[in-house]
């Protein structure tokens, strides 16, 4: 769907604080320019993930012992709702479900799931379930115990899929709308130490995308309910590093641009962002570029909404640099200087009303 003169954004940009006690930056979007106006900012705690609610009337974050909901204003500003523990480490993702009823909170730390109940003004209610994954990996660094790294409901609202980078594998649980309780039902298997870190679905549903930070793959599934189990098949192996290159790697990011037509992801030590186009009926992508981000360790990544910028979060670094792209003649240029942010770490752009 093509953007409309009149249609505005906002990016909330979230980030650790070491110094500066505001977690939550908010900038105004200008997607005629690419580039950013700051706006406001919110006093929080170690706000390392955000989420909307499925309507665009909440947004929620990681914080410190617990997670924390917000009002958004018609202009983009938040105004604070409620907090509510999670009787865990401090988490390190979280989503919705798709009738905005339950929250599910990712533990790395502590390798939990968390789930509570969204009540119906958008606070965060009570802990309806709680799971810690349990068992030995390998003995590498990241991979000899759970750490649990995103949750996220397949597009019919029936499985949620958890992403264990500490055990290579995400599993598969249902969930009980009413009980806002869940229960394993199956298990997507990655390679040995490969660490599955973050997950995105197609816009229609069908189509599972696995990104792993340490062999640095884009997995992709096909995904089928045949009315009792949740059927997975893995049509697609993306290996994501440039070619001939050298040297440790982290994959990071993976987010699809607004209209669902590009799937983007970021690469720290090689410090590179990649862009890849998804072919809408078969699920499977192709490299458009994998090109550098001109800052160290590019936590995040996101295309605005149009397809001609994007941004890349340089935790490392302390900035926020700015692109204009063209995907299908695969370039990317420097547009602007960049801006500096603190331990930038993720980056959601909303649009307004």
Same mark, same amino acid.
């Given at each position: 769907?093509?953007?409309?003169?009149?249609?505005?954004?906002?990016?909330? /940009?979230?980030? +650790? =604080?070491?110094?500066?006690?505001?977690?939550?930056?908010?900038?105004?979007?200008?997607?005629?320019?690419?580039?950013?106006?700051?706006?406001?900012?919110?006093?929080? *705690?170690?706000?390392?993930? !955000?989420?909307?609610?499925?309507?665009?009337?909440?947004?929620? &974050?990681?914080?410190? %012992?617990?997670?924390?909901?917000?009002?958004?204003?018609?202009?983009?500003?938040?105004?604070?709702?409620?907090?509510?523990?999670?009787?865990?480490?401090?988490?390190?993702?979280?989503?919705?479900? +798709?009738?905005?009823?339950? $929250?599910?909170?990712?533990?790395?730390?502590?390798?939990?799931?968390? @789930?509570?109940? %969204?009540?119906?003004?958008?606070?965060?209610?009570?802990? *309806?379930?709680?799971?810690?994954?349990?068992?030995?990996?390998?003995?590498?660094?990241?991979?000899?115990?759970?750490?649990?790294?995103?949750?996220?409901?397949?597009?019919?609202?029936?499985?949620?899929?958890?992403?264990?980078?500490?055990?290579?594998?995400?599993?598969?649980?249902?969930?009980? $709308?009413?009980?806002?309780? /869940?229960?394993? /039902?199956?298990?997507?298997?990655?390679?040995?130490?490969?660490?599955?870190?973050?997950?995105?679905?197609?816009?229609?549903?069908?189509?599972?995308?696995?990104?792993?930070?340490?062999?640095?793959?884009?997995?992709?599934?096909?995904?089928?309910?045949?009315?009792?189990?949740?059927?997975?098949?893995?049509? #697609?192996?993306?290996?994501?590093?440039?070619?001939?290159?050298?040297?440790?790697?982290?994959?990071?990011?993976?987010?699809?641009?607004?209209?669902? #037509?590009? $799937?983007? =992801?970021?690469?720290?030590?090689?410090?590179? @962002?990649? /862009?890849?186009?998804?072919? #809408?009926?078969?699920? !499977?992508?192709?490299?458009?570029? %994998?090109?550098?981000?001109?800052?160290?360790?590019?936590?995040?990544?996101?295309?605005?909404?149009?397809?001609?910028?994007?941004? &890349?979060?340089?935790?490392? =670094?302390?900035?926020?640099?700015?692109?204009?792209?063209?995907?299908?003649?695969?370039?990317?240029?420097?547009?602007?200087?960049?801006?500096?942010?603190?331990?930038?770490?993720?980056? %959601?752009?909303?649009? !307004?009303?």
């Amino acid at each position: 769907m093509a953007e409309k003169a009149s249609d505005r954004y906002v990016a909330y /940009v979230s980030t +650790y =604080t070491m110094g500066d006690n505001h977690g939550i930056k908010i900038y105004d979007v200008n997607i005629d320019t690419g580039r950013f106006t700051e706006k406001d900012e919110v006093e929080i *705690t170690n706000s390392s993930y !955000l989420t909307t609610s499925k309507d665009g009337k909440h947004l929620y &974050s990681i914080t410190d %012992l617990g997670v924390e909901s917000y009002r958004i204003q018609p202009d983009g500003s938040l105004e604070f709702h409620n907090f509510a523990p999670i009787n865990g480490m401090r988490g390190c993702y979280l989503s919705t479900d +798709y009738t905005d009823s339950y $929250l599910f909170v990712a533990g790395y730390h502590d390798g939990k799931l968390t @789930v509570l109940r %969204l009540k119906s003004d958008g606070s965060i209610g009570r802990i *309806t379930d709680e799971v810690f994954h349990k068992g030995l990996g390998s003995m590498a660094e990241r991979n000899f115990r759970p750490h649990i790294n995103c949750a996220r409901m397949t597009h019919d609202n029936r499985f949620l899929l958890v992403a264990d980078e500490g055990m290579d594998h995400v599993n598969v649980y249902s969930l009980d $709308l009413k009980t806002g309780k /869940v229960r394993l /039902v199956d298990v997507i298997r990655s390679e040995l130490e490969s660490a599955p870190r973050h997950i995105k679905i197609s816009k229609n549903g069908k189509f599972i995308y696995i990104v792993h930070e340490q062999s640095c793959d884009i997995d992709v599934y096909s995904y089928e309910f045949d009315g009792k189990l949740p059927q997975f098949e893995k049509i #697609q192996s993306e290996n994501i590093i440039r070619t001939g290159q050298g040297g440790m790697y982290a994959a990071s990011a993976l987010s699809f641009s607004q209209d669902y #037509q590009y $799937l983007v =992801t970021s690469i720290a030590g090689d410090n590179s @962002v990649g /862009v890849y186009k998804v072919d #809408q009926e078969t699920g !499977l992508i192709k490299k458009c570029f %994998l090109l550098p981000v001109a800052g160290d360790y590019p936590k995040d990544a996101e295309i605005l909404p149009g397809n001609k910028f994007l941004v &890349s979060l340089n935790h490392e =670094t302390n900035e926020m640099t700015f692109f204009k792209i063209d995907p299908e003649k695969g370039t990317m240029i420097m547009n602007g200087p960049a801006m500096h942010v603190n331990t930038p770490n993720c980056i %959601l752009i909303q649009k !307004l009303g």
